[in-house]
Nanobody
Framework: QVHLVESGGGLVQAGGSLRLSCADSGRTFSSYGLGWFRQAPGEEREFVAAMHWTGVSTDYADSVKGRFTISRDNAKNTVYLQMNSLKPEDTAVYYC??????????????????WGQGTQVTVSS
């Protein structure tokens, strides 16, 4: 079983940085692919970044490429999302997710089996 808990959200000025963390209390963390998604008010949930369970493949939405970095520490059962050069349009609730998806499905929310409760990120202009 996987139980994900996000942390690290908050209020930051445009151009600033935040690092989100997502910790899992389960025992099979290393065998799961991990993704970050976000949802702004009135908007659909959208893909942000993901890492295949092997750690070899990563994928990023075009809107965050070059600014966000996903990483994982299997020893700590934790996945991170380092967010730099934040923009007001990055404001959203950010969710981490875990699943045994293939590389081709990392962007698809339905491919993930477990979700965290979300953490709010607000970027002021």
């Amino acid at each position: 079983q996987v139980h994900l808990v996000e942390s690290g959200g908050g209020l930051v000025q445009a151009g600033g940085s935040l690092r989100l963390s997502c910790a899992d209390s389960g025992r099979t963390f290393s065998s799961y692919g991990l993704g970050w998604f976000r949802q702004a008010p009135g908007e659909e949930r959208e893909f942000v970044a993901a890492m295949h369970w092997t750690g070899v493949s990563t994928d990023y939405a075009d809107s965050v490429k070059g600014r966000f970095t996903i990483s994982r520490d299997n020893a700590k059962n934790t996945v991170y999302l380092q967010m730099n050069s934040l923009k007001p349009e990055d404001t959203a609730v950010y969710y981490c997710a875990a699943g045994r998806s293939s590389v081709s499905r990392l962007r698809i929310g339905a491919a993930y089996d477990y979700w965290g409760q979300g953490t709010q990120v607000t970027v002021s202009s």
